[in-house]
């Protein structure tokens, strides 16, 4: 078998590899997108790709019944886009100091970083909830928002995309013209860092946005409820039998990252893809 021939063979392999995962990740979001628009005995006869024509029928059935949806929505973007303009903001800063600057314990408190990497949220929650009962910080939104100032996967992923875009002689010649650090920061590094940034932001929106675990520890007040929490009491009694509006309110919850992805996805693969060269 020549070499023309196994490369061919390899590309069609790819191509059945690629095309077996596109289905498995864009299938089940059809299936949702399409049961939000079948009503409840059609959802029961089984299985369709084909959207019916119920779906005005779901929505007044899912907005009648106490489920305020757009309440849910303001809830949710108000923390999402708060979350996203810290996680960046304090991340890219933190990053940069860590890049540019020399200091006593610099690869320690770089080690410290990737270790809290690897420590999952849900180990330390119980003390984060009684910390904040002390505050009196419960059914508020500040313990959702400020811990974003320290959001070390966001670190230590600027960390790894200035290495790879930032040149110090750079930083250097800003300073002999007389910039200070704050203007460096604001206008050089930042502009430059641009793609990583918004790839920060688009991974630190669509992570609050889903997030349900630290919200539903919380927060105990409906009219302070996310979204991800309010679609949870979909479950209940009085939306059983309604699994048409159930499906609808599943989709509406999912509108907001399709919408970031579609505006922003372009700077994802430019991030990460930079962000994986270094010098």
């Excluded at 299936?31 to 024509?53: D, F, K, M, W």
């Excluded at 007040?221 to 009491?233: C, E, H, N, R, S």
């Amino acid at each position: 078998m020549n070499y023309t021939i196994k490369t061919k063979l390899m590309r069609v392999f790819i191509y059945i590899i690629l095309a077996i995962l596109f289905l498995l990740c864009v299938v089940p979001i059809w299936i949702l997108l399409v049961n939000a628009t079948r009503s409840t005995p059609e959802i029961q006869q089984g299985l369709s790709l084909v959207p019916s024509n119920n779906l005005f029928v779901n929505w007044k059935n899912l907005t009648n019944r106490g489920f305020n949806i757009w309440r849910g929505f303001y809830n949710s973007a108000f923390i999402s886009v708060a979350v996203t303009v810290l996680t960046v903001y304090f991340s890219m800063m933190f990053a940069y100091a860590i890049h540019v600057y020399d200091f006593a314990s610099k690869k320690f408190l770089y080690g410290f970083i990737i270790l809290l990497v690897m420590v999952p949220t849900q180990v330390a929650i119980i003390g984060f909830y009684k910390y904040m009962s002390l505050l009196n910080l419960l059914n508020s939104y500040i313990p959702l928002i400020v811990p974003a100032i320290a959001a070390p996967s966001s670190i230590f992923f600027a960390i790894q995309y200035l290495e790879s875009t930032i040149v110090k002689e750079l930083i250097e010649a800003a300073r002999i013209d007389g910039c200070s650090e704050l203007t460096i920061f604001h206008k050089i590094m930042l502009p430059i860092a641009k793609p990583g940034a918004v790839t920060m932001g688009i991974f630190a929106f669509v992570g609050s946005w889903n997030n349900f675990f630290t919200p539903f520890v919380l927060i105990s007040k409906m009219q302070k409820y996310t979204l991800p929490m309010l679609v949870q009491t979909l479950r209940g009694d009085v939306y059983r039998t309604e699994y048409g509006s159930i499906y609808l309110g599943l989709a509406v919850s999912i509108v907001p990252i399709l919408i970031v992805y579609i505006l922003f996805s372009r700077y994802i693969v430019n991030g990460i893809a930079m962000g994986s060269v270094k010098e």
